[in-house]
């Protein structure tokens, strides 16, 4: 069984910072693509950003030049450094791995339950 478990959400202030961390545990063959994602209150779920396995990045528009998406693969973790947040960037974070399981010949979509940013003075 593979889980995907986020932790650093939280209540921050306009400008200010938060590190999201995302670790996958169990039964891991191989991890491809690893990835944020965010869905604000009566709003649709939106890519925030995502990483390979190689280290290829790629970002929303909306958060270019301020967030940033990182992985470890030693230990199956991918991180978000959120930096100049500003109130729209509120939402539940939520994070998603591209994984074949051990003795899978196929490839999940795994999600882990999110995280509450809240950007707010």
């Known amino acids: 069984q593979v889980q995907l478990v986020e932790s650093g959400g939280g209540l921050v202030q306009p400008g200010g910072s938060l590190r999201l961390s995302c670790a996958a545990s169990g039964s891991i063959f191989s991890i491809d693509v690893m990835g944020w994602y965010r869905q604000a209150p009566g709003k649709q779920r939106e890519l925030v950003a995502t990483?390979?396995?190689?280290?290829?990045?790629e970002y929303a528009e909306s958060v270019k030049g301020r967030f940033t998406i990182s992985r470890d693969n030693a230990k199956n973790t991918v991180y978000l450094q959120m930096n100049s947040l500003k109130p729209e960037d509120t939402a539940v974070y939520s994070c998603?791995?591209?994984?074949?399981?051990?003795?899978?010949?196929?490839?999940?979509?795994?999600w882990g339950r999110g995280t509450q940013v809240t950007v707010s003075s």
């Open positions: 990483v390979t396995v190689g280290g290829h990045t």
């Open positions: 998603n791995a591209k994984i074949i399981p051990v003795r899978a010949n196929t490839v999940y979509y795994y």
